[in-house]
């Protein structure tokens, strides 16, 4: 049961000590192809889907079935494990298909939206003065709670848990993502509002963490009742895991709470408004994008109205999100639950003769293998091509330039890869998520897939202590 605790009022007045961190180690990837600051129309799309593997470890269990209708807010399917966790549809329409693969696991529900939409309708009438339990069975009961995830395990967060802490990160450091100043320009009340209820889900600090290599919007250094801190250097300092790490490290048994910020709009429209509304901004860039823009749509929905028209003809490489984490789509594809970014390159397959002899003027390079490292303000265009193929794993100590982490990279990569739990907690394993290493993966030598290692360690490790 849901501990039985209320939180009052007056901590969203309290006033923290702020921390200033700058980080040392990192890799900012210098890209052509980033959003201008304006919002470009688009014919709303027709076509929604929700899936399910886009939450880590999710064992669904369907609520509807082909031709059934919905509205926006309609719960499509929940965890299995924990009945509370609700998945809920961003429009209302009928559901038209649902995707299965092999042992008839669930990949997509499928939906055809209405032209005008219709949201189910939530209580919200205490909403004021209200306890953690209630808003915490709100959240579920809406289908808002999937936005809050927990680390370690980077999964969707056990509302059973008391938290220590709550942190948000306040901005991306990776490249061509959203500019959540000017994605959140204006929503300052309506930010506040969603902070006013997440710091009630924690007996600990709420962590808004900001930019310190620029100067934040008001919407995030206006913000009360959270400990503002300023996170300084370059990528992945935006990383929720890295500002975790130091901040508020976390130990075994140990559990801290994250959204992004878009998050926290989505949970003060649940309760300002009694609905389920994940709307967002998304940033569409790349090389490969004609006129990079900003666009509003729905978590969900079809991107091919968005690149119609908008894309350099040839073989191209679609991601929702960014271009180090994110995931390879079509061009029917849809955009990820938590994906703020669509990227677009080039794919890159053709082969380049005598490519590393060259002296690489127009190529990016972490390290000073090519002459253009003498203009490092220089920006690039990168495509999908690893110029190689997995190879014998070498320790090289690029891992470490590129991870502002007190750990040892390589050795907990080599721990995952043998599957040695005990030397995996020694290590850090609970600290770490895949994203954290997308840096590593990108500069590493033998090309190793270091982010699916990380991954299946962490799946590993949750299952040994359920």
Request: aromatic fraction near 8%; include cysteine; glycine fraction near 6%.
């Amino acid at each position: 049961m849901i501990a039985n605790l209320y939180f009052c009022a007056e901590k969203s007045n309290l006033k923290s000590m702020s921390k200033d961190i700058r980080l040392k180690k990192g890799l900012n990837i210098n890209l052509l192809g980033e959003a201008d600051k304006v919002y470009a129309s688009v014919k709303p799309t027709k076509r929604y889907v929700v899936k399910p593997t886009d939450f880590h470890t999710l064992t669904p269990k369907l609520a509807v079935k082909v031709g059934d209708k919905v509205k926006a807010g309609t719960i499509l399917f929940f965890d299995k494990y924990n009945d509370k966790v609700n998945f809920c549809a961003p429009v209302s329409g009928e559901v038209i298909d649902i995707v299965r693969g092999a042992k008839r696991k669930i990949l997509e529900v499928v939906l055809e939206a209405d032209a005008v939409i219709e949201y189910e309708q939530f209580n919200t009438d205490t909403a004021k003065n209200i306890s953690r339990v209630q808003i915490i069975d709100t959240m579920l009961k809406a289908g808002i709670w999937p936005f809050v995830r927990q680390k370690p395990y980077d999964i969707v967060a056990n509302p059973t848990d008391m938290p220590k802490a709550i942190f948000i990160s306040a901005f991306n450091s990776a490249p061509l993502t959203i500019d959540n100043d000017f994605a959140l320009y204006g929503l300052d009340e309506l930010f506040q509002k969603g902070l006013d209820y997440i710091t009630q889900l924690t007996s600990g600090k709420t962590h808004l963490n900001i930019d310190g290599n620029t100067n934040p919007a008001t919407v995030f250094t206006g913000a009360k009742g959270v400990e503002i801190n300023k996170i300084s250097g370059a990528h992945p300092s935006g990383n929720v895991g890295i500002q975790v790490h130091h901040i508020n490290p976390i130990n075994k048994g140990e559990v801290i709470w994250y959204l992004q910020p878009q998050d926290v709009i989505a949970i003060a429209r649940l309760f300002t408004e009694g609905k389920y509304d994940v709307s967002r901004i998304v940033a569409l860039s790349g090389s490969q994008v004609k006129k990079p823009k900003y666009y509003r749509t729905i978590a969900g929905a079809t991107i091919s109205n968005l690149l119609a028209d908008n894309i350099t003809e040839g073989d191209n490489r679609i991601i929702s999100g960014d271009i180090l984490t994110g995931q390879h789509i079509e061009v029917n594809g849809t955009l990820g639950f938590y994906d703020t970014t669509i990227t677009v390159i080039e794919e890159g397959k053709e082969q380049e003769f005598l490519g590393w002899i060259l002296p690489g003027l127009h190529k990016f390079s972490a390290s000073k293998t090519f002459l253009s490292w003498l203009t490092p303000s220089k920006k690039y265009t990168l495509n999908a091509n690893m110029h190689g193929e997995e190879r014998a794993y070498v320790m090289t100590g690029e891992y470490e330039k590129v991870l502002p982490m007190d750990i040892f990279p390589a050795h907990l990569i080599k721990a995952c890869m043998i599957e040695d739990i005990e030397l995996m907690e020694n290590l850090g394993i609970y600290e770490v998520s895949p994203e954290d290493f997308a840096l590593c993966e990108f500069v590493c030598t033998s090309k190793i897939e270091v982010q699916t290692i990380i991954r299946n360690a962490l799946e590993l490790v949750r299952k040994e202590n359920s």
